[in-house]
């Protein structure tokens, strides 16, 4: 937690460390960029205007001019004495016009009549600086001529005789400096104009942008606050534009986020009070199979739901019968879950005041319609067996009909029942509708109860699993035993529903009878193991397996090996261990079948796992007989029953490595769903025996003996 707070600290540090930048100043100086490209974008545009205006308008000028001045000379060229009249003409235009850079009235023989210096009257026309033909902006005559350079820009324009013939040509000339000169202070005046729209935009930008951005900082730091986590803090900002909008949205998103954190905060309590319950619900449930001379009982149930609304149970009686019970709870969740645990406390109050299991399931309801509300009720099948006579008695308030296997045919026989389920009528109704059923059971039978979940399972189509499929399965692994037919049966079902959400509790209570062993299957050949003793020992524990030894019969999965810790409560002796060594004795068992479902059966759950606790060979033989040599003995009462039981393992898979069996070293035993396996040479440290043999005639066979912490090599 300490470390969470640090990290925490560290990150707020680096944010409020890193360096910010203004909006407000990224938004006006992109405004001024933006104003001043666009001002000089006009400008230049302007310029190029004015410059293309004052060219066209200076053309004019010089034609014009020119043209007068062949106007004016025409009639000075027809006298004796045309330089009397031109040199006057010239000289006032030259006066009156100084920005004219030359003027020059010549005659067809290309003599100057016309100039402001009398000097060059009379002499041969010669202009000393070179020109190039320019292409006029305005509209000239055939007869004249438009030319230039950097320096001047000048004009020629024919003197026309009155019958139309040329008599001579006027020139005139105009200096571009004058236009340099004129675009150049209109450059001024445009910078001028510039700076000044600069700064008026610089500060109105400032100005506006500072009020429309203003609500930026009080929204940060109002999100600030909510970052912090107080959830109650709200950006107060009475802006029409979208930030207003926007911190109106945060609010509401504050608001939303605080009531998501108290529904979040809710939900894990309940996910937590759901988890308890479920706990006490499975505690409710009894652990694994039991072994009840020659037959065994099984049962299995899986919820909808965290918690269910189906309830089983077999529990011991008087002279050695069993009493066996399956419910189903109108409703699933908590509220079944709760109805549940009031038919557990009940069936154990009850139980042993009623020898008839029809009378037992009037009294039931006679107890639960004062605690359930009307309109709820429970489907509930009890019965009574009893393995000298071989018989069940039961009574059926509104479950399922019960399954008979019928190994002598392989054919099954369902039991219906009249019975109505408990408080569904109340008044009385049920006593008249209840009556005890027997059924008997023969070597190799298997009887079936189930609640409404298994048959009632839909598949996308909406078809239901049906008894139908109940019954093909039975028939297909009846013979395989109670665990067989549970854990194909939940497969099956799995199957059919594919993906879909399981819409009710499934549970399941199975009695079977297997076939006793044949003779001839024992003594068990080992075949690997030369070892007189160890065929010996091997050859004892599977002929003393049934002689009050305790059985577990598990399907091949990671899943289902969570059993072997409930089971090793219920043994004998083994029971009595402290938690710690409990807690050790598990983990190498658990490993030992892990490595089994894994490698042998390949994870398929139709295949089974028989474990075999057996605190004593059943012939009056002392087992500390067939201890190995070396063995110590412990002196302690408690310690010497525990360490002179065996545990016997079988499967039917396939075989490992046997060298790698051996090995010292090994660590290839699979992994725990939730962390690293303990390997082999660990388990070796737990157990005082491990054997393994393969391939004998009722499958692979290990055996193991427990290492008390009393007796644990350092």
Not at 387 to 394: C, E, I, K, Q, V
Not at 453 to 473: C, K, L, P
Not at 569 to 576: A, F, G, R
Not at 681 to 691: A, G, P, T, V
Request: aromatic share 6%; proline share 4%.
């Amino acid at each position: 937690m300490v470390k969470h707070k640090k990290a925490d600290v560290k990150t707020e540090s680096s944010i409020s460390s890193r360096r910010v930048i203004s909006m407000r100043l990224i938004v006006t100086v992109a405004a001024v960029v933006l104003i001043t490209g666009a001002v000089l974008c006009v400008g230049s545009v302007a310029e190029r205007n004015t410059r293309h205006t004052l060219t066209r308008e200076l053309e004019a000028r010089l034609v014009l001019e020119a043209r007068n001045l062949a106007l004016i000379s025409s009639r000075a060229l027809l006298s004796d004495y045309p330089e009397l009249t031109l040199h006057p003409a010239v000289k006032k235009m030259k006066v009156e016009r100084p920005e004219l850079a030359l003027i020059y009235v010549i005659d067809h023989n290309n003599t100057i009549q016309g100039h402001s210096d009398a000097q060059k009257l009379g002499t041969r026309y010669e202009l000393d600086m070179k020109l190039e033909p320019v292409t006029p902006s305005t509209s000239l005559d055939s007869r004249e001529t438009l030319q230039g350079n950097s320096e001047v820009l000048v004009v020629s324009t024919p003197i026309l005789h009155p019958n139309g013939q040329i008599i001579g040509t006027a020139i005139v000339g105009f200096e571009q400096s004058r236009v340099l000169a004129s675009l150049i202070e209109a450059r001024k005046q445009q910078v001028i104009f510039l700076v000044v729209a600069l700064i008026v935009s610089i500060l109105l930008t400032s100005i506006l942008m500072s009020r429309l951005l203003r609500p930026i900082s009080i929204m940060r730091a109002g999100l600030e606050r909510i970052g912090k986590g107080d959830l109650d803090a709200r950006v107060e900002l009475s802006s029409r534009t979208e930030l207003g909008l926007l911190a109106q949205s945060v609010n509401d998103m504050t608001k939303k986020l605080k009531f998501a954190q108290k529904e979040l905060v809710e939900k894990e309590r309940l996910d937590h009070e759901l988890e308890l319950a479920r706990e006490i619900q499975q505690a409710l449930l009894p652990s694994g199979s039991v072994k009840l001379g020659e037959f065994i009982i099984s049962g299995a149930q899986r919820a909808a739901e965290e918690v269910g609304g189906d309830y089983y149970n077999f529990f011991p009686l008087s002279d050695g019968r069993m009493g066996l019970v399956i419910a189903d709870v109108a409703g699933k969740g908590l509220q079944g879950c709760l109805v549940t645990s009031m038919i557990d406390v009940l069936i154990r109050t009850l139980h042993p005041s009623y020898s008839s299991p029809a009378a037992l399931l009037v009294a039931m309801e006679e107890s639960l319609v004062g605690s359930i509300q009307p309109g709820m009720f429970v489907t509930m099948f009890y019965g009574i067996f009893d393995p000298g006579s071989r018989m069940l008695t039961f009574a059926s308030a509104g479950h399922n009909p019960t399954l008979h296997y019928k190994s002598a045919t392989q054919q099954v026989v369902w039991y219906k029942t009249e019975g109505i389920p408990l408080a569904l009528v109340r008044g009385g109704e049920l006593r008249a509708s209840l009556k005890d059923y027997s059924i008997s059971i023969e070597p190799g039978d298997l009887l079936l109860e189930s609640t409404d979940g298994i048959n009632e399972a839909v598949d996308d189509s909406g078809e239901q699993y049906g008894f139908h499929r109940m019954e093909e399965v039975v028939k297909g692994f009846a013979e395989e035993g109670a665990q067989a037919v549970i854990s194909v049966l939940q497969k099956s079902v799995d199957e059919w529903e594919k993906q879909l959400f399981a819409s009710d509790d499934k549970t399941l209570l199975v009695i079977s009878w297997p076939k006793p062993v044949e003779k001839d299957e024992a003594p068990v050949d080992i075949g690997v193991e030369p070892g007189q003793t160890k065929l010996k020992l091997a050859n004892k524990l599977w002929m003393s397996r049934t002689d009050g030894s305790m059985h577990l019969s598990i399907p091949a999965s990671f899943e289902s090996l969570d059993e072997i810790g409930r089971w090793l409560k219920q043994c004998v002796y083994v029971e009595d261990l402290p938690a710690d060594e409990m807690g050790l004795l598990e983990q190498g068992l658990y490993e030992v079948c892990a490595n089994i479902a894994e490698h042998s059966y390949n994870l398929n759950q139709s295949k089974i796992i028989d474990i075999w606790w057996i605190p004593e060979i059943g012939d009056g033989q002392d087992p500390l007989a067939l201890i190995d040599e070396g063995d110590d003995v412990p002196s302690d009462d408690f310690v010497k029953r525990v360490s002179r039981g065996y545990f016997l393992i079988r499967d039917q898979g396939l075989p490992p490595n046997v060298e790698i069996l051996r090995s010292p070293d090994s660590d290839r035993l699979p992994m725990r769903p939730d962390g690293r396996g303990l390997g082999l040479h660990i388990i070796q440290k737990i157990m005082r025996k491990f054997e393994y043999h393969a391939n004998t005639k009722v499958g692979n066979i290990t055996i193991m003996k427990f290492r008390l912490l009393h007796h644990q090599l350092g």
